[in-house]
């Protein structure tokens, strides 16, 4: 897990609102990582069950139950990157 991957699923949680649906260029636009980093990222992040698509035709994506629950630390990334 890096320091992007904390950034893209904090963003689409955004807190204790409503979840967000975006798209890399969305996330892009509300984070400091390049849509290109975003892209490879939400890649792994899928991968690892963290976010999955809203829309896969449009590129949309949204977090998780299991981002979720790594976010509120129910979830150590040594556990993830075991996984693999």
Known sequence: MTAADDRILEFLLNGENQKIIATPGM???????????????????????????????????????????YLKGQIKAEQLENQG
């Open 27 to 69: 996330i892009e636009l509300n984070i400091d990582y390049g849509k290109t980093h975003i892209s490879n990222r939400l890649k792994e992040l899928r991968e690892a069950d963290l976010v999955e698509y809203y829309d896969e035709k449009r590129g949309a994506y949204q977090i998780t139950e299991r981002g979720e629950k």
